[in-house]
């Protein structure tokens, strides 16, 4: 019999499991045998090649896979394909009611999910029953009501088409819900792969589908490993790919779909600092510090991983840390009292390992608790690593697992310079009762959602995503939904209009026009530039006369127009109010000069003079406009819960390269060039070569308009090298290319390096007259980025 007296005593857990008779039960319904769900059916190929699911808790084989191959990839893409004309066309409200039923659906099979999840990734039933599950619920019910909206609220979009998905296994149900969710209420169809080593709870949501009246095709799943997940990122039929996992691999990723025309968000691997200051409560930030690193094991691509404490509270933190983890039980996944369940793979175990013992070999000091540990399993102890230096690869690349760094800070200005002091940007947790410190910090620290007194907060109305080689692109709120529409206007490819002005090299044949020495000069800094490489080229106007000699910029304009941009940061920091004015001053300013662009125009493009004053008269319309935005497009504020509020913080890319078609060249440049600025990105831009003169008489305004030295630098040249600096340059964070099909590819491949985010067009698919196309939000959207602040409020 139970002493309770004993237990009250001793304080002792006892056993609590959780009953998984009706997962054991759901897995023998299919003889433990799964292959792929496609048009509505499960399909297993008895001689295909195979891979064992096993619970990573237990070590017991919990299913046999089927692995998908480049034949069974083309069988789900023609299933989405046949579904996506209906889908697309059925009523945003139609769709609403099938998102509603699959969220209802979660829910009643909560239990029997919740359980199959924990089994399969070895994650806590606390967790998965009480934060992953009800959050896959909350997607789908969140994208019904957007589903509902989506004809008014993204009108002049459609959906972008088929989608392929790949999902990793740290939260496989939970991030198929942030994938499917959206793009179902957009009306896309999809092909979904699953990871390799937890694919179940994904056949068992195929099986959800079915029940709530999803229409076949819609929803395409196929298992396998990294080969399958190729396949999917290389097929020529996808309109857009969404990935979640490693930095590695998405680079990969943007490099196979360079110059295809997909549409890709990458959600990717972070080190997220946890910030603590001396004002915090110490107590609540090591409570922070259990859900920050030893939720899910470690395994969460935004774990504050680095914590970094101010050295007056250091020792005592770090005092409380030890003795709280002393407290923490690991174990069976299943048994509702652990804290910590089991690491998703042996493989994982050992990279872990690995990287522990790599940073005690770097001068590290380890602690761990002395915590009963499984006899079998993959397990892995919560980890202290003290005395790490700030370059070691310790805090500067994933460990994935339950393992934390400790170092000091002095300052608040020393804090943002080590959270920063990464190649990350995914998020970041701030600890602090003096709010004035606590927001400074939020606003300073490089990363795509920021956490105030609180860590791992998720909800399906905050975007999440990240900065820097944490990817691009949000899942989640209303720019979760961008990621799966496109423009309604016709993308097709045009091709290049033709004439006869020529750019050449070396001396004129001839006289310049009216016998006038018209040198174009680059734009760097402020000020006028001779290029490095020392040459020039000739432009000649629309009757073959060399009209102007224009700087040949190279690699090393690029750089120092990068430096200047750089140091030119007060622009980002102005209000929207002040950068409207300048804006403004601009318009004033070029308006005062119209006869010499128009003129240009006509001799450089063979324009009529009513052609160049209507393109003369837009561009001033354009800066207007980008003006009135300035200091009115910007964030929200929402309530995911009663006692929490998130700010969704516009925020500038910081310096953006800029690549100008030579169609209607004033007002395309305009049109690329001022929602940038409205935003607070300063520029490298690129004109195109034949328009390069009209630069000349710009650079001549921005001086005089109050633009602050290095926000707006021009550099000349041969276009798609010049572009191809800006895509390779760490400097650079962001890429507008609007020009030929094979600058495309090249921009896309090459801005791989440091995973900036590209826009690229051709230039010939745009009419910049165009109003409903050539201005307006979309152009914003593209010109800043979502840091989603949580806070606590009310409490």
């Not at 579904?83 to 039923?101: D, E, F, K, T, V």
């Not at 360079?258 to 107590?283: H, M, N, Q, R, W």
């Not at 995973?755 to 959207?781: I, P, Y």
């Amino acid at each position: 019999m139970t002493d309770i007296a004993g237990i009250l005593s001793s304080m002792e857990y006892g056993p609590a499991p959780e009953d998984q008779s009706l997962a054991v039960q759901w897995l023998e319904s299919h003889d433990r045998q799964f292959g792929h769900f496609i048009d509505g059916k499960f399909i297993f190929a008895k001689d295909s090649e195979t891979f064992d699911c096993i619970n990573p808790a237990t070590d017991e084989r919990l299913a046999t896979v089927s692995h998908g191959t480049k034949e069974t990839v083309e069988f789900a893409y023609q299933a989405a394909r046949s579904a996506s004309p209906n889908w697309a066309a059925m009523s945003g409200h139609h769709r609403a009611r099938i998102l509603y039923a699959l969220a209802r659906q979660v829910q009643k099979h909560s239990r029997l999910v919740a359980v199959l999840e924990s089994m399969n990734n070895g994650k806590t039933i606390r967790e998965s029953r009480d934060i992953d599950i009800p959050l896959v619920a909350r997607h789908f019910y969140h994208h019904a009501g957007w589903a509902e909206l989506c004809e008014t609220k993204f009108a002049g979009r459609s959906p972008v088409g088929i989608c392929g998905l790949v999902i990793p296994w740290n939260f496989p149900l939970l991030m198929l819900a942030w994938k499917v969710a959206p793009a179902l209420a957009a009306g896309c169809t999809m092909v979904l792969k699953p990871a390799e080593y937890t694919p179940l709870t994904a056949m068992l949501f195929a099986e959800i589908c079915k029940s709530a009246g999803l229409p076949d095709g819609v929803l395409n799943i196929v298992n396998g490993d990294g080969r399958t997940g190729e396949a999917i990122v290389a097929h020529d039929g996808l309109s857009k790919i969404a990935f979640t996992g490693s930095t590695e691999v998405g680079r990969k990723i943007r490099k196979t779909t360079a110059g295809s025309g997909k549409k890709i968000s990458l959600e990717l691997g972070g080190k997220s600092p946890f910030i603590v200051y001396a004002t915090a409560d110490l107590d609540s930030a090591v409570e922070g510090v259990v859900d920050a690193i030893w939720f899910n094991q470690g395994e969460v691509c935004c774990a504050g991983s680095r914590a970094l404490v101010q050295e007056a509270v250091a020792e005592t933190f770090i005092s409380k840390l030890k003795m709280r983890m002393e407290k923490l039980r690991i174990g069976d996944p299943l048994d509702k009292g652990m804290d910590i369940g089991a690491v998703v793979h042996p493989v994982q175990v050992e990279s872990i390992k690995s990287r522990v013992s790599e940073a005690m070999s770097d001068g590290a000091s380890i602690w761990q608790p002395e915590l009963q540990m499984p006899e079998k399993g993959s397990f892995y102890p919560p980890t202290l690593l003290l005395n790490v230096e700030p370059s070691s690869p310790a805090m500067q690349e994933e460990i994935f697992g339950p393992v934390l760094t400790v170092t000091t800070f002095r300052t608040p200005d020393e804090a943002v310079a080590l959270a920063n002091n990464s190649k990350y940007g995914l998020a970041a947790s701030i600890w602090s009762q003096d709010i004035d410190t606590a927001f400074e910090t939020a606003k300073n620290v490089n990363a795509g959602v920021v956490w105030i007194n609180s860590t791992n907060q998720f909800d399906a109305s905050a975007g999440f995503g990240g900065y820097r080689q944490s990817g691009f692109g949000r899942e989640g709120g209303m720019e979760g939904m961008e990621e799966y529409f496109k423009p309604l206007f016709s993308q097709a490819k045009k091709g290049r209009k033709t004439g006869s002005s020529k750019v050449g090299a070396g001396p004129a044949k001839s006289a310049l026009v009216d016998d006038i020495d018209r040198t174009i000069k680059l734009y760097i800094g402020g000020k006028q530039a001779r290029p490095d490489s020392g040459y020039s080229f000739i432009v000649s106007d629309k009757k073959e006369r060399p009209y102007a000699e224009v700087g040949l910029g190279n690699r090393k304009d690029i750089r120092n127009a990068v430096e200047a941009a750089e140091a030119a940061k007060t622009w980002s920091g102005m209000t929207g109010h002040q950068r409207a004015q300048v804006l403004y001053f601009l318009a004033e300013n070029l308006e005062l000069r119209a006869d010499e662009f128009t003129s240009q125009l006509q001799t450089l493009c063979g324009y009529s003079a009513k052609a160049a004053n209507a393109e003369f008269d837009a561009s001033i319309s354009r800066i207007f406009h980008y003006g009135a935005w300035a200091d009115k497009f910007d964030g929200s504020v929402r309530a995911p819960q009663s006692d929490m509020l998130t700010v969704a913080l516009r925020e500038p890319w910081g310096v953006v390269g800029v690549c100008c078609p030579s169609e209607q060249p004033l007002l395309s440049m305009i049109s690329l060039a001022m929602p940038t600025l409205a935003m607070g990105n300063r520029i490298v831009l690129v004109p195109d070569q034949q328009s390069s003169p009209i630069l000349g008489n710009f650079y001549q305004v921005l001086e005089t308009s109050d633009v602050p030295a290095g926000v707006f630098n021009i550099i000349t040249g041969v276009g798609n090298e010049l572009a191809k600096t800006l895509a390779q340059h760490d400097g650079i964070n962001a890429v507008w290319y609007f020009g030929t099909g094979e600058g495309i590819e090249m921009v896309e491949r090459e801005s791989a390096g440091n995973m900036k985010f590209t826009w690229v067009e051709d230039g010939s698919n745009r009419d910049w007259h165009d109003v409903s196309t050539a201005q307006g939000e979309g152009f914003l959207f593209r010109a800043s980025q979502i840091k989603t602040i949580w806070t606590p409020f009310g409490v």
